[in-house]
Structures are given as structure tokens and as C-alpha cells.
């Protein structure tokens, strides 16, 4: 398992440009199935979720492959599967956006349940039911919801939640509403961009859409979809990432390839806290401000704070003077952060859904642990502040959903490098010195430099 060593203390500076969303071209690359005709796709990331998606729409038929100028091409060449396993699909509940494709297209679907999660809860009960609403027969067998229709039939799908709408789940309703006969009406439909490009990229392949970015969308179905051309939008959890990163380490970076449109709510509420951010040509120009200011956020849907970004802000509030609180409406137990940014210095406690936050002056350089993905944005964006060198371990978390992330954080100055472990239960840790008692004051604090980290006993085999 790989694991990210990082040199803090260290501000970021120049220019980097985004990657594609993640979260757009996932959906995207699903909705192919439902496509007669080669599709190709610009800004397409490469990362882990992406193979993983290939892979199983590879067993379901489509042929994927990278062109020399880095575009996706993809084709469906056997449309006779169904079928997408539990091996694959617990690898990552992103493969639930199979679900409306297969069902409008191939008239029948079987795809496994996604399974637990880091982040909490996550039912997939409002995908099924818009899929109901549309005509479809749904059960769930054996780990396994099956879907089929013999014709689905639009109508008006509620996709509102308890806790908002569901994304994917509009992404799945959307796309198999495309092949129901006369007009859907998706009401309590999710605004993300992502939900947006996904729309887009289905006019483009001859679909009859409205509404696209409100929570009313229109849907009037046809037959078939065509084969296009779409290039996906760039991705804004990255660039708040970068904007976070380049606030904490008080420095001052360029970012390209960004859409601030789709990062009002995150550029406003690093500006209220002290971040400085500006346009500079189509890029975003970010530094520090004087200081930091506490701040009180709360996660929601589109258009508010994204809930993708709250660890990363927590990681940034914690070096504010004062309390904060964070909170997420979206996912109210996405806090496994917290215990491990507190072992990077960091004072934060869990109050239900909020983490309240007081400032510390520094982190300092440890050994944490990364539990999902954005949590070990989180921890590595605090191992880049602190002082002093870190261990950030599972970092296959972060190679899901961030592009070349250390490629891309060196030549900003960061000193992180990957270390490949190849003896996975030796686990690499940081020991702090100890100093004498008798040494007269405190002890000035001393890390171990990453090239002498030492590997520590395995387990006593009793
Ligand atoms: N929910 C339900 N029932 C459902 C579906 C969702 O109650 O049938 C609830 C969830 O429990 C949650 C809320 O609705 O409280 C929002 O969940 P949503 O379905 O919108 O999440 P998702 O579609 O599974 C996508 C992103 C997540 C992102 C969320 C929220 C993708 C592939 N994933 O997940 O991204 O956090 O929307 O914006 O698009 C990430 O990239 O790190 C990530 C987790």
C-alpha cells in the first residue's frame, strides 16, 4: 500500500491547472450504455474510480479505450449483459450509476447493492423509487437490485430526500427517462454541475431536456440516443482543494482550468475567513490574507458549500483564531477526519453533525491515517501547513478522485514524496525524540527526516 510522506511548512507557489470531474465523468461514461454509436470524451481523469468504471462497463459491453491525445473513446459493441457484480461494484458506489442506463437501453438491469461506506449512510431508496415511477418492476434479491421493464412511461418522479436530492439518483432517473415514452417531470432533482454536464452530454446524444441545473427538470423520451463528442467540466472539488492549499500554506497560486461559477459558495466562504481570491485571465489567482477568521459553514446541496470540501475547510479552520463549526446536512456522519487531524495538532470535537473547531496556532508533522477520499485531502492538506514531516497512509483513497497529486503539488514547492510499502502490515511511523529531563525548557520539536523513517515491530504473532 502507498503512502504519501510530506515535508510541511512549506507555502505552495505558481500555477497549476485542474482535471476533469470525477464525479462528471463517471455518470457520463455510464450513461454510454445507453448510446448506439462511438462517443468520445475530453477531460476525462485519470484515476482510480475511472479504471474501475471501465472495467465493469467493459463486462457489460462497451469498448474503452484512450486515444493518443488522451480523449476516451467508447462504444458499445455487446448490449446483451446486464449484469454488474458485487466484485466490482463494492469497489465503489459510483458503479450504481449503471442502474438507469441499463434499465433504459437494455430494458433490464442487475446490479449490486453498493454497500457500506466511509462517509455514513447511503441508501440508494430514491434511485429505486424514481426507477419505479418510470414503470419499472424493482426488487432486491441477494444483494442484488433487479430491474426491468417492457416499456417505461414518463411521469412526474419525486427525487427529493430527507436530507435533499440525491445526485446519482438524478442521474439515473435522467438518463433512463430519455427512453420512456411521452414526458418525465423530475421534481426535487439535484442542481450539481456534475448533473448538469451529465444532461448536456445527453442533448448532445439526441435527447429532449429541460431544466437542467433547477430542481424541476423535464424529460421528453425517445427511442434512441446517438453517438457524440462532449467534453466534461473541470473539476471543483479539486480546484477548492487547491484553493484550500493554497490558503493554509500561505502561499499564492494560480489555478487553471477552473469554473468559478461552479465554486461561488466555496470562493465566498473563503473569502469571508480571510482567503484572498481574485480572476486572473480564465484562471483564479488565490493567497492568504492577513489572517484567518472562524467562521461558521454548513454543507449542503448545490449551490451551498459542498459537502466534499467540509474536511478540507475543517483542515483550514482549525488554523483560525477562535471556534468554528463546521456542519454537514448532506452526510452527517463524514467526520473520520477529525480524530486523525487532531493528531496533526488540530483541536476539534464531534457534535452530531458538526465538528466545532478550535483554532491552534500550528499543526505539527505525524503519522495519520486517510479513511475515505476527501478526508485524506484533508490530512494532506495539514500535513502540507505542519511543520515538521508526516505520514499520510491509504492513499488510495486520494488516487480515486485527485489526478497525479503529488505530480502536481511538487513543482509548487511542496516536498511530498510516495513511498510504496511493500510488506503491507510493517507499517512506517514518525517517533518524536525524547529528550532528557533534565533539559532546561522545553524541547524544541524534532521529527525524523522522511529517507530515515523507521519501520516499527510487526505485531507479537501470540
Ligand atoms: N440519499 C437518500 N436516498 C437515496 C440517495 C441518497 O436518502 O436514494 C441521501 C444520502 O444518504 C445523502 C444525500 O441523500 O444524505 C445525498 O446523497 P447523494 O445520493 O446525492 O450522493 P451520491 O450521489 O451517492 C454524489 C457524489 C459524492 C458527493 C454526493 C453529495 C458521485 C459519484 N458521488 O454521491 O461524492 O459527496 O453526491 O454531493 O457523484 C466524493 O467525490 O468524494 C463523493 C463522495
Same mark, same amino acid.
Given at each position: 500500500?502507498?503512502?504519501?510522506?510530506?515535508?510541511?511548512?512549506?507555502?505552495?507557489?505558481?500555477?497549476?491547472?485542474?482535471?476533469?470531474?470525477?464525479?462528471?465523468?463517471?455518470?457520463?461514461?455510464?450513461?454510454?450504455?445507453?448510446?448506439?454509436?462511438?462517443?468520445?470524451?475530453?477531460?476525462?481523469?485519470?484515476?482510480?474510480?475511472?479504471?474501475?468504471?471501465?472495467?465493469?462497463?467493459?463486462?457489460?459491453?462497451?469498448?474503452?479505450?484512450?486515444?493518443?491525445?488522451?480523449?476516451?473513446?467508447?462504444?458499445?459493441?455487446?448490449?446483451?449483459?446486464?449484469?454488474?457484480?458485487?466484485?466490482?461494484?463494492?469497489?465503489?458506489?459510483?458503479?450504481?450509476?449503471?442502474?438507469?442506463?441499463?434499465?433504459?437501453?437494455?430494458?433490464?438491469?442487475?446490479?449490486?447493492?453498493?454497500?457500506?461506506?466511509?462517509?455514513?449512510?447511503?441508501?440508494?431508496?430514491?434511485?429505486?423509487?424514481?426507477?419505479?415511477?418510470?414503470?419499472?418492476?424493482?426488487?432486491?434479491?441477494?444483494?442484488?437490485?433487479?430491474?426491468?421493464?417492457?416499456?417505461?412511461?414518463?411521469?412526474?418522479?419525486?427525487?427529493?430526500?430527507?436530507?435533499?436530492?440525491?445526485?446519482?439518483?438524478?442521474?439515473?432517473?435522467?438518463?433512463?427517462?430519455?427512453?420512456?415514452?411521452?414526458?418525465?417531470?423530475?421534481?426535487?432533482?439535484?442542481?450539481?454541475?456534475?448533473?448538469?454536464?451529465?444532461?448536456?452530454?445527453?442533448?448532445?446524444?439526441?435527447?429532449?431536456?429541460?431544466?437542467?441545473?433547477?430542481?424541476?427538470?423535464?424529460?421528453?423520451?425517445?427511442?434512441?440516443?446517438?453517438?457524440?463528442?462532449?467534453?466534461?467540466?473541470?473539476?471543483?472539488?479539486?480546484?477548492?482543494?487547491?484553493?484550500?492549499?493554497?490558503?493554509?500554506?500561505?502561499?499564492?497560486?494560480?489555478?487553471?482550468?477552473?469554473?468559478?461559477?461552479?465554486?461561488?459558495?466555496?470562493?465566498?466562504?473563503?473569502?469571508?475567513?480571510?482567503?484572498?481570491?481574485?480572476?486572473?485571465?480564465?484562471?483564479?489567482?488565490?493567497?492568504?490574507?492577513?489572517?484567518?477568521?472562524?467562521?461558521?459553514?454548513?454543507?449542503?446541496?448545490?449551490?451551498?458549500?459542498?459537502?466534499?470540501?467540509? /474536511?478540507? &475547510?475543517?483542515?483550514?479552520?482549525?488554523? %483560525? @483564531? *477562535?471556534? #468554528? !463549526?463546521?456542519?454537514?446536512?448532506?452526510?452527517? +456522519? =463524514?467526520?473520520?477526519?477529525?480524530?486523525?487531524?487532531?493528531?496533526?495538532?488540530?483541536?476539534?470535537?464531534?457534535?452530531?453533525?458538526?465538528?466545532?473547531?478550535?483554532?491552534?496556532?500550528?499543526?505539527?508533522?505525524?503519522?495519520?491515517?486517510?479513511?475515505?477520499?476527501?478526508?485524506? /485531502?484533508? &490530512?494532506?492538506?495539514?500535513?502540507?501547513? %505542519? @511543520? *515538521?514531516? #508526516? !505520514?499520510?497512509?491509504?492513499?488510495?483513497?486520494? +488516487? =480515486?478522485?485527485?489526478?497525479?497529486?503529488?505530480?502536481?503539488?511538487?513543482?509548487?514547492?511542496?516536498?511530498?514524496?510516495?513511498?510504496?510499502?511493500?510488506?503491507?502490515?510493517?507499517?512506517?511511523?514518525?517517533?518524536?525524540?525524547?529528550?532528557?529531563?533534565?533539559?532546561?525548557?522545553?524541547?524544541?520539536?524534532?521529527?525524523?527526516?522522511?529517507?530515515?523513517?523507521?519501520?516499527?515491530?510487526?505485531?507479537?504473532?501470540?
Amino acid at each position: 500500500m502507498d503512502m504519501f510522506v510530506v515535508r510541511g511548512g512549506r507555502p505552495l507557489r505558481g500555477t497549476v491547472a485542474m482535471s476533469g470531474s470525477k464525479n462528471a465523468s463517471l455518470p457520463i461514461m455510464a450513461a454510454v450504455l445507453a448510446v448506439e454509436g462511438p462517443v468520445t470524451l475530453r477531460n476525462v481523469p485519470h484515476l482510480a474510480d475511472v479504471s474501475t468504471l471501465a472495467s465493469l462497463l467493459t463486462r457489460l459491453g462497451v469498448d474503452i479505450r484512450r486515444t493518443e491525445n488522451d480523449e476516451l473513446r467508447l462504444e458499445v459493441v455487446d448490449a446483451s449483459a446486464c449484469v454488474a457484480p458485487y466484485d466490482l461494484v463494492r469497489r465503489m458506489r459510483a458503479s450504481i450509476c449503471v442502474l438507469g442506463p441499463l434499465l433504459g437501453r437494455r430494458r433490464r438491469a442487475c446490479v449490486s447493492l453498493p454497500g457500506g461506506c466511509n462517509i455514513g449512510h447511503r441508501p440508494i431508496d430514491l434511485h429505486l423509487r424514481g426507477l419505479a415511477a418510470l414503470g419499472a418492476e424493482i426488487s432486491v434479491e441477494r444483494g442484488y437490485v433487479l430491474a426491468k421493464a417492457d416499456r417505461l412511461r414518463g411521469a412526474v418522479v419525486d427525487l427529493s430526500g430527507p436530507t435533499g436530492s440525491t445526485v446519482t439518483g438524478t442521474c439515473n432517473v435522467l438518463t433512463a427517462a430519455c427512453f420512456a415514452e411521452g414526458r418525465s417531470v423530475l421534481t426535487g432533482a439535484a442542481c450539481e454541475p456534475e448533473v448538469v454536464d451529465l444532461g448536456e452530454f445527453l442533448i448532445a446524444a439526441g435527447a429532449a431536456i429541460n431544466g437542467l441545473g433547477t430542481s424541476t427538470i423535464e424529460v421528453d423520451g425517445g427511442p434512441t440516443l446517438h453517438g457524440t463528442r462532449h467534453a466534461v467540466i473541470p473539476d471543483r472539488i479539486e480546484a477548492a482543494t487547491f484553493l484550500i492549499a493554497a490558503a493554509i500554506t500561505r502561499g499564492d497560486l494560480r489555478i487553471d482550468n477552473v469554473r468559478a461559477d461552479h465554486l461561488s459558495a466555496v470562493i465566498e466562504t473563503l473569502r469571508q475567513i480571510g482567503v484572498r481570491i481574485e480572476r486572473e485571465g480564465l484562471g483564479l489567482r488565490v493567497s492568504m490574507g492577513d489572517a484567518l477568521r472562524p467562521a461558521e459553514v454548513c454543507a449542503l446541496p448545490y449551490p451551498g458549500f459542498p459537502t466534499d470540501v467540509q /474536511a478540507q &475547510l475543517s483542515a483550514l479552520l482549525s488554523l %483560525a @483564531p *477562535g471556534t #468554528s !463549526v463546521v456542519t454537514d446536512h448532506v452526510f452527517p +456522519d =463524514r467526520f473520520l477526519h477529525l480524530p486523525e487531524l487532531c493528531r496533526l495538532g488540530a483541536d476539534i470535537r464531534r457534535e452530531g453533525a458538526s465538528g466545532i473547531i478550535h483554532g491552534v496556532p500550528q499543526f505539527s508533522g505525524a503519522s495519520v491515517m486517510a479513511s475515505d477520499l476527501r478526508a485524506s /485531502a484533508a &490530512l494532506l492538506l495539514a500535513a502540507l501547513a %505542519a @511543520p *515538521g514531516d #508526516s !505520514v499520510i497512509r491509504r492513499i488510495y483513497h486520494l +488516487d =480515486r478522485g485527485y489526478e497525479r497529486l503529488e505530480d502536481k503539488l511538487r513543482p509548487l514547492g511542496a516536498d511530498i514524496c510516495r513511498v510504496t510499502d511493500a510488506a503491507e502490515n510493517v507499517p512506517l511511523t514518525l517517533v518524536p525524540p525524547l529528550e532528557p529531563c533534565d533539559t532546561a525548557g522545553p524541547p524544541p520539536p524534532k521529527f525524523l527526516q522522511p529517507r530515515s523513517i523507521t519501520a516499527e515491530l510487526p505485531d507479537h504473532p501470540i
